[in-house]
Structure formats: C-alpha cells, structure tokens
C-alpha cells in the first residue's frame, strides 16, 4: 500500500478515556494500560482510544493488544469505536462500537446488550490482533497471530478508533500499534485483502460485443487509424475484426496530409507547415481569437531563424510577428523564453534550450495534427488514449476520496504496470 | 448512513473532467506497448508483425513462436473447428482433457458452425451424440447447451432470440477461451493488459461513483464522456 497522507494510531489518548466520573479508573503507562477502578458493575467500565482514528486511506489497518493480565474476571474488549462513543462503556456495547472480548470470547457491537458466539476466549499471555479492512468493510480479529474470521461485516462508521475497555479489578494490557513488531502476519493479511480486490476485479465483466465483434480490436483500429498506421490497421480489421471495418481512401489522403504536416513541423520548415495546415483545415491557424498553437508555431519559426544563426531576420521576425501575436496570450512568458535565445552564444545550452529539441517540435506536430483533426470533425484522441486519460484522472480522484480498495491494489502503480507489459501480481 | 459518514457526494462536472482529460500526458510508447501486448497475446501475429515494422514496438516475445497459438485461433474464428481441435491435440493434448467447459464451447461452437452451414441433420446427430452426454454428465452446461440446440428450431437463426449464438463475437469468445487455454499451459500471460486496463476503467468508474459524481465513459469503443449521473 503507499503510504497514507494520515497520522496513524501511536498510543492511547489520555484525554479519551472513561467519562467524566470513571476516567481514573484507567492507569496509562505509555502504551500499557490498567484498570484500578473498584469494578463492581458494569456502570464502572472504562474505556480507553487510541490518539488517531485508522488513517482514512488505509485498507486493512491493525493494531495488537497484549493481555499482561486478566484481573479479577477478565472482561476485557478490544475493538474499534466511532468518535462519539461512550468511554464509559466496554467496547461493542453501543452502536458504532465494535468489540471482541475475552471473557466469553464474544463479538459485541450496538446496545442491544447480547453478544454474537465468536471465537476462543482470551486470557494472560494472549494477543488480540484486531484487523480493520476499510475495502470490505469487515472487522476481524487474530489471537497469537491465528486468523478468527470475520467478527463484524457492513460497518459503515467512516471513522473509527482502536479502543480498549476493562471492568474487573487489575486487568491489564500492552497495546502495540505497530512500533514493535506484530505478532500477526499483517503483511499477509494486507496480501489476502489486496488479492480480494483483485478477484473483484477480474471478475468484472468487460462488455465485448462491440459492432465489429470485438472491442480490444477495435480499440487498436481505432488507434492505429489515428496515428497514421494504416498498415497495421489494415492487418488489424484482416486479422482481428473479419473485414467489418476498412482502412479507406479517406483515411489514406488523411494520413498522407498528416504525415506531411508532421514531417514539415518535425524539420522545422513552419512555411510548409502552414501552407499544408490550411490547405487541411482551411482557416484553421487564422480564427479569432488565435489558436495558441499558431503562436507556437510562430515561435517555431522564430526558433529555426536562431538555430541558422540569422540573428537579424529573427529580430526582424520577432518584431513583426510574435509580439503582436504573443498580445492575445495570457501571459508572456512563451514570448521571453523564446527571445531569451537571441542572447546566448550557444542557444542549445541555454536554459530553454529544449526549445530546440526535436520533443519539443515532434510536440508541437502531434498538437498540430490534433487541432487539425478536430477541425475535420474527428476526435482529437484515439479511443485508448483517452481512456488512459480518464483512467488517470480517476486514480486521482479514487486518492482524493481516500478509497481503500484503490489503495489496496496500489491503483497508481498498477496503471503504469499495465503499459509497461508484464507485471505479476504482488 | 452512520455517524460520521461524508453525506454529500463530490461534483466534478463534465466541463472540469473534459479540461483535466486535455493535461494529463500520456506517452505514445505505453499505447504502442499495450497495443502489441494485446496483438501478441491474443496470437494476431500477422498484425503484430505489421504493427512491429510500423511504429517501431518490439512484440517483446519471438512471434514464430506463436504461429501455432494463431493458426488454431484462425481455425475457430473461420468456423473450423475440427482442424482446431485437432492442432490443439497436436500441440499438448491434456489440454482438452483437463478443461473440459473449454472443450464444451468448442463442442458447442462446432454445432454453431453446422447450424450456419445449414447441415441440420449433421447437427441433430452431432447434439445428440456428442453434446448431450456431456450436458448429462456436467448440469452446469445444460442451459447453454439446451439454448444452442434450439437455434435448430429457427428458419432464420440471425433474427432469432439466439442471434447471439451465431454471432461473429461468439466465434471470438471461443477462440479466446481456447488460446487462453494454451497460453496458460505454456506459462505466458493469458490475457492482454488491455483486458486488465479495461475492468480497472469499468472498476473505477463503480468504485468512484459511490462517492463522487462525474461524467463516466459507458461506451468503450468510442470512449465519449457521458453525462454526469444526475
């Protein structure tokens, strides 16, 4: 998982325990804590919470608590608890409160006052393990390390805290919220939850009844149209789509016109360019208000005059045109990184030297030829490429909001594996 | 809806979406890679080889190698199954015996082939003898076994409730299923990254929309942003 934008869990809260009357029934050595209150009834029960909730972007969350000792009666719980719950309470006895406790080995949560048979009571030398997985929204528990199972599914609470409580007379606990090493395998636990998401994933159903008869064919047609491989889009509709689609003449004149285009845009011969662009798209470098791609262009211009070492038909060039094209821009800066040029011996070393690399000018073609396509009315991206596109801005989104299943498989890396081919699964 | 849940669901309006898609960058290497990784995969060797000499992507595997893998697939996408089955046999034979859902769609998709050739009588014989043990034996086929004989029923099975069956997607999804099969068995990726990059869009898009409302790509092949949810 990366890692979380969220202060986690460190130690208990010394301000959150037990209520107003019972909160020095608990002693908080660091991260031990002990019930010294008179532990007659339940309405001296206390409890105790961690000083941060389970960071919002975490998928599966754990923390450990020891049992140094089980006093008197050992009602002890441990568990996760949503903000506003009672301390003066154990854990699981109210809702959005949740607990495993050890006496009888029940799960607890809401005030309905019966607990669920769960698993194996606890007692001194034990560790309660309790696992929070966010992307199923379940709550589990370990004890010395074994796996219980699932104690509590649907919980919705959006925030939770570990939270221990106690009621009995010398109880005791060690809470470890990670600065010690687990005695649970929580890598492992973090491994499983992450494969269940990616079950989930590959089981979604990718519709593959496009109208050629198969999507990912189409998608490659549809890409290598739009890059000018008509050679293999050619191959792709014969091999893959049965003929339904074609490459046609259009699609060959188009290319054709683009890879001119490119190709003057690419050797830095910006007349040419032009002169191809408007015989493509007619009007298109001319509208009001001006393209800023027709200032890049004008800029390109400006750029090959410098890299000839014309420095006087670039002044001239840069008087007459880019500063009456560079009025409409929204800031200068373009302007003066490209004059900035004229004052360097050596403009391939100066600091917007890469104004002179073929990247940038094989940039400023594919802008070109993209304008140009959405002029002719076609999209200005492949299909795929905007699919990438929308999938990136989803991750974005899927972190903003703090998704833990997206989390969980580390969606980021996930996306960028995909296109650098073969990545097994972790 | 518990206490301290967010109750107000994020907007990003199609507007904001469109202008974000235009600055994310995305190289022209990674979609060739994905491009090749899918035509590798899937055993298009013809089109790899095409795509390889034109822009320059290496296919990453030897692509003599898959020969095999797309001449089987070329049989079932032409119809002819038999000359498949009878490769894969070839080629490692546990395969069929292992799989045996996979050796039921070629079964099934060989009546399909027999049913558009217009040879009924073959197909009665061929669903009787060969497929129905195999539904007896294996309930869980009965359905779609019961669904393809019944395209024997129609004059003209493309207007039928069962057009998909004779559909040129189901001869897809067969040789998918079978050149799968033999990737597995050959240790190599079984699906394309496409497939994978794919489910993550749709996944995403179900994940996301539970707390944040923005204008979703339903139509793959187009990739047109929709309008947002509400």
Redesign the interface.
């Known amino acids: 998982m990366p890692p979380s934008r969220y202060p986690a869990p460190s130690t208990w809260s010394r301000s959150l325990r037990g209520s107003a009357s019972n909160a020095n029934f608990l002693s908080v050595t660091g991260l031990g804590v002990k019930y010294t209150g008179p532990g007659q009834e339940d309405a001296q029960a206390a409890s105790i919470r961690a000083d941060h909730p389970v960071p919002a972007d975490c998928g599966l969350y754990m923390y450990e608590v020891k049992i140094i000792s089980s006093g008197k009666h050992g009602f002890i719980g441990v568990g996760y608890a949503?903000?506003?719950v009672a301390l003066d309470r154990l854990p699981g006895w109210d809702g959005?409160s949740y607990g495993y406790h050890g006496d009888d080995g029940f799960a607890f949560t809401s005030n309905a006052g019966k607990g669920q048979n769960y698993g194996p009571t606890y007692k001194d030398g034990d560790v309660i393990g309790a696992v929070l997985n966010k992307a199923q929204r379940t709550i589990s528990f370990t004890k010395n390390g074994m796996e219980l199972g699932v104690a509590f599914s649907n919980v919705?609470?959006?925030?939770l805290y570990p939270i221990v409580g106690m009621r009995t007379p010398n109880e005791q606990i060690l809470a470890n919220f990670g600065s010690s090493e687990f005695i649970s395998d929580l890598r492992g636990l973090q491994d499983d939850a992450a494969k269940q998401i990616q079950s989930?994933?590959?089981a979604?159903s990718?519709?593959?009844?496009?109208?050629a008869?198969?999507?990912?064919g189409?998608?490659?047609f549809?890409?290598?149209l739009h890059?000018g491989?008509l050679?293999?889009a050619?191959?792709?509709a014969?091999?893959?789509l049965?003929d339904?689609v074609q490459v046609t003449d259009q699609d060959r004149q188009q290319q054709q016109a683009q890879h001119s285009i490119q190709a003057a845009v690419e050797a830095g011969d910006v007349d040419e360019a032009l002169r191809l662009t408007e015989a493509a798209a007619p009007g298109l470098l001319t509208t009001e208000p001006p393209l800023h791609i027709s200032f890049q262009l004008k800029v390109l211009k400006f750029i090959e005059l410098v890299r000839g070492k014309q420095d006087e038909a670039a002044m001239a060039y840069g008087r007459a045109e880019l500063s009456k094209a560079a009025a409409s821009l929204p800031d200068q800066e373009e302007l003066q990184d490209a004059l900035s040029l004229l004052a360097y011996d050596v403009p391939e070393a100066s600091p917007c030297g890469n104004l002179l690399s073929p990247s940038h000018r094989a940039h400023l073609a594919s802008s070109l030829t993209s304008a140009i396509s959405v002029r002719q009315g076609r999209p200005a991206q492949?299909?795929?490429?905007?699919?990438?596109?929308?999938?990136?801005?989803?991750?974005e989104?899927?972190t903003a909001?703090d998704?833990p299943?997206?989390s969980l498989i580390n969606?980021k890396d996930?996306?960028a594996e995909?296109?650098?081919?073969?990545a097994p699964f972790q | 809806?518990?206490?301290?849940?967010?109750s107000n669901r994020?907007l990003?309006g199609r507007e904001e979406?469109e202008k974000?898609?235009?600055d994310?960058k995305?190289?022209?290497e990674?979609?060739n890679?994905?491009?090749m990784?899918?035509?590798v995969t899937?055993g298009?060797v013809?089109?790899a080889?095409?795509?390889c000499?034109?822009?320059g992507t290496q296919p990453?595997v030897d692509l003599n190698a898959i020969t095999d893998r797309m001449e089987i697939r070329k049989a079932v996408?032409s119809g002819n199954v038999d000359f498949a089955v009878e490769r894969v046999n070839d080629l490692s034979p546990e395969i069929l015996e292992e799989k045996q859902e996979l050796y039921f769609h070629l079964q099934q998709q060989r009546l399909i082939e027999l049913i558009r050739l217009g040879k009924t009588e073959e197909a009665l014989e061929f669903a009787q003898d060969i497929l129905a043990p195999q539904g007896e034996e294996n309930p869980e086929f009965l359905e779609e076994l019961e669904r393809t004989v019944a395209l024997l029923a129609f004059e003209d099975t493309k207007n039928s409730p069962l057009a998909?069956l004779m559909?040129?997607?189901q001869r897809?999804?067969t040789a998918s299923e079978l050149n799968a099969a033999i990737l597995s068995t050959q240790c190599q990726?079984k699906e394309?990254?496409?497939?994978?990059?794919?489910?993550?869009?749709?996944?995403?898009?179900q994940?996301?929309g539970e707390?944040?409302d923005?204008p979703r790509?339903n139509d793959?092949?187009?990739?047109a942003?929709a309008d947002n949810a509400n």
């Open positions: 949503a903000p506003d959005h919705s609470e959006e925030v989930q994933l590959q979604v990718v519709p593959t009844k496009g109208k008869g198969s999507l990912m189409e998608l490659a549809n890409y290598m890059e491989l050679d293999s050619a191959a792709v014969r091999d893959v049965g339904v492949s299909a795929i490429h905007r699919l990438l596109c929308h999938s990136v801005l989803l991750s989104e899927l909001i998704s299943a997206a969606m996930r996306l995909i296109t650098n081919g073969p | 809806m518990g206490r301290g849940e967010a994020k990003v979406w974000r898609l235009t994310v995305i190289k022209k990674d979609m890679t994905i491009i990784n899918f035509l899937e298009y013809e089109a080889d095409t795509f000499k034109e822009s990453g996408q998909d559909d040129i997607a897809q999804k990726e394309p990254q496409l497939l994978n990059f794919l489910r993550m869009v749709i996944w995403a898009q994940q996301l707390k944040v923005f790509i793959l092949t187009s990739a942003l």
